[in-house]
């Protein structure tokens, strides 16, 4: 077990923390993730009123928004907005709530968020909204198997979640960058420990199936099993495939660093002219009257 200095001077220091997810307000996942939450903090919820899963970093700007009051089913308080799980962060943090939130965190997921899954994830993109406003923020997603026998249980999920964030509070991490929790569906004593990891690769089956509705119509589904992986050692895949809970700490900036170079060297001014008559350079008005 890790001993955690000055516990009290953390939650003094984490005082407001915004929970929302991709799932909607009364998804239990949620509600698990709310009530361990609250002894590391002052707990907001606000989270869109139904399931926008795969929805990835959707924003709504061309219509308005309704945020209703309504309680979970423990009695805790919540609002539900009409909108995705990034518009429920850019509203608390754009002037909805009286005060913006000190950390942002996503989930608890009903379905793991790794490798390329981040990408359509809207867990993940409301953490990363957080970020964009330059608030601390965490997505939190339980790796459960594809049919599973039994009920979930986020209750070893909802603590090591709250175990990350206090470390993530004692280290300081900086504001621009997420942790992308991914918790094994284990029990407390059954989770190997925690490692940090990389994105890994996932395996999608996704097919496109063509029907026919009954006027002759053609429609389609893109559908498939659920996603595999690389479960390759240092992953966030091979972490929860070995029982581990993983943390990923993923950031905005997307750039191939390691390209910039090469496309700073590419022969720029020998295309610009196969492409363009040299008059069209010199003489753009000469284009005109051609
Ligand atoms: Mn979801």
Request: with cysteine; aromatic share 6%; hydrophobic share 45%.
């Amino acid at each position: 077990m890790l001993t955690l200095p000055a516990y009290n001077a953390i939650k003094m220091k984490t005082k407001n923390i915004l929970i929302t997810n991709d799932d909607g307000v009364n998804a239990p996942g949620l509600m698990a993730l709310a009530v361990e939450m609250q002894k590391f903090g002052e707990v907001t919820i606000l989270a869109p009123d139904r399931n926008w899963s795969v929805c990835g970093h959707a924003r709504t700007l061309d219509r308005p928004m309704k945020v209703r009051d309504v309680r979970l089913e423990n009695g805790m308080p919540a609002f539900a907005a009409d909108g995705s799980p990034a518009d429920c962060v850019a509203l608390a943090a754009r002037g909805f709530l009286p005060q913006k939130p000190d950390l942002v965190v996503s989930g608890i997921n009903t379905t793991a968020n790794l490798g390329e899954d981040v990408i359509y994830s809207g867990t993940v993109a409301a953490a990363m909204e957080a970020a964009v406003w330059g608030i601390p923020a965490a997505a939190v997603s339980l790796d459960v198997p594809a049919n599973p026998r039994e009920a979930r249980s986020y209750a070893a999920a909802a603590f090591f979640a709250r175990r990350v964030l206090e470390n993530a509070s004692i280290y300081s991490l900086g504001a621009k960058v997420v942790l992308n929790i991914n918790i094994p569906a284990l029990t407390l004593e059954e989770i190997r420990g925690v490692q940090s990891t990389r994105l890994g690769r996932r395996i999608y089956s996704d097919r496109v199936e063509r029907r026919e509705d009954p006027r002759g119509n053609p429609y389609y589904w893109i559908a498939g099993d659920a996603p595999s992986g690389v479960s390759e050692h240092g992953t966030d895949i091979g972490a929860v495939s070995e029982g581990f809970v993983s943390v990923t700490p993923l950031h905005l900036d997307l750039t191939a660093y390691q390209h910039l170079l090469q496309i700073s060297n590419w022969n720029w001014c020998e295309r610009i002219e196969m492409r363009l008559p040299e008059k069209a350079i010199l003489l753009p008005e000469l284009n005109i009257i051609n």
